[in-house]
């Protein structure tokens, strides 16, 4: 693989980054020298550099001692939201994850393999690092500042498409639907209210090589912990060694490290590389990781669904259709993943939700009906049943019947009101 290519356009760019420069040339030498970690650690300070500058620049805000995990979060908040463009933070994350995971040990045993930095990884990186520094030369074109540093113009404030982004967690799902005032009408936006497939909770823990039971039980309880079941055994690699690696990227998703999803993305690449595909269980993983981390992933989806019966997937690769507006092929899917495992409560809940945006009432509500009679506490449930009910009130009363819609109007506060019961804030003025 070449990067030549790539270390010249750095190069031509490096003079008008300021103070930045010199590492950025640091960079080039140390990539030129086959010293990949080195050149990802130099990638990983100038990415910091510049958010440091933004920081300052366009959040009015002075940085402080925050680093670079603290830095990317800040731009990632939704009161920051347009100041870096989503795909623009994607890459962000990429140089991110290689600076962590090239300035760290990740390894157990002194004899376990560490971090494998080549060629391919440094090509990864530094497409990421050509393609903010081309965003950053481009945004901020004037000369250096007094503190050498590339000054935006004034008033500078980058313009961005939005990217609906599924909701990844199952506490505050579907805000789109209920931010909708007055209850009138439906919100369209429901493809960023759908419940990924995310692992909630959980310890990161590294794992030994060498213990397949160990690592098999750990990755067993991300799926419980995510709510989600356990694939057949045929979807998972039988190589002791790759099944821990595999156990530790998915402790990632879970754990410490879930707000960097970029992580898990780079360690489960290395799995790719050192012979971990052909596993379901990995292209899984890392279609997860993606999708967390705003990149497609339909090729992991579809390798991962190739291995017959793995029900999470199935459910993840709802998600990915409805983010692509295929109502159609996102109700397959989350029915598929109910046929292969009638309990699993996300897939059902995402498929209610999605005959509720069709204003398919009739079946939504049976099927919030059951998710609630399971688990009482299901503040999400209680207020979506509600929402149904509301609508079924609505339609009623436009037909003329009063009778009728006044008791869906009662059936619908009552939901609500148990949802608000239950800490859902939304709910609480429906209640009323």
């Not at 793995?310 to 989350?334: I, M, P, Q, S, T």
Request: glycine residues 10%; aromatic residues 6%; proline residues 5%.
């Amino acid at each position: 693989m070449e990067i030549e290519a790539l270390l010249k356009k750095v190069e031509q760019l490096a003079p008008q980054f300021g103070r930045a420069s010199d590492d950025l040339a640091a960079l080039v030498g140390r990539a030129r020298s086959n010293d990949y970690k080195g050149a990802m650690q130099s990638a990983r300070l100038v990415l910091e550099m510049l958010l440091r500058s933004l920081v300052a620049t366009e959040l009015k805000q002075t940085p402080g001692k925050a680093m670079l995990d603290e830095l990317i979060t800040k731009f990632r908040q939704s009161a920051n939201s347009g100041v870096v463009p989503t795909t623009v933070l994607a890459h962000m994350g990429t140089v991110q994850a290689w600076g962590n995971l090239s300035s760290h040990d990740h390894a157990g045993s002194l004899h376990d393999e560490g971090v494998r930095v080549g060629l391919e990884e440094a090509a990864t990186a530094l497409n990421s690092m050509l393609a903010i520094l081309t965003w950053y030369a481009a945004k901020y074109p004037s000369t250096s500042g007094p503190a050498g540093q590339p000054v935006p113009p004034e008033g500078a404030s980058p313009v961005v498409k939005d990217r609906a982004t599924p909701y990844a967690g199952s506490s505050a799902v579907a805000r789109p639907l209920a931010q909708k005032s007055g209850g009138r009408g439906m919100a369209l936006g429901i493809a960023a209210v759908f419940v990924l497939a995310a692992a909630g909770g959980g310890a990161y823990v590294l794992f030994m090589r060498g213990d397949p039971a160990g690592s098999t039980a750990r990755l067993d309880g991300v799926y419980r912990a995510a709510g989600e079941p356990v694939p057949p055994g045929s979807c998972r690699p039988d190589n002791p060694a790759l099944l821990g690696k595999l156990s530790d990227a998915a402790g990632r998703l879970s754990g410490a490290d879930s707000a960097n999803p970029e992580v898990a993305v780079a360690i489960l690449r290395q799995l790719e590389a050192a012979g971990a595909p052909g596993t379901a269980e990995h292209w899984y993983f890392l279609a997860k990781a993606k999708s967390l981390a705003g990149q497609p992933a339909e090729e992991e989806l579809a390798r991962a669904r190739a291995c017959k019966g793995f029900a999470a997937a199935e459910n993840l690769a709802g998600n990915a259709a409805v983010r692509a507006k295929d109502l159609a092929e996102a109700e397959a899917r989350y029915a598929k993943a109910l046929e292969l495992a009638p309990a699993f409560r996300k897939a059902r809940f995402n498929l209610a939700m999605l005959k509720l945006q069709q204003s398919q009432l009739a079946e939504a509500v049976p099927m919030f009906e059951a998710l609630v009679a399971k688990d009482a506490k299901d503040a999400d449930s209680h207020f979506f049943l509600g929402m149904a009910h509301e609508a079924l009130s609505r339609a009623a009363s436009a037909r003329g019947d009063e009778p009728g819609a006044k008791a869906e109007t009662a059936a619908a506060k009552e939901s609500f009101c148990k949802a608000a019961g239950l800490g859902k804030a939304m709910a609480a003025e429906r209640c009323k």
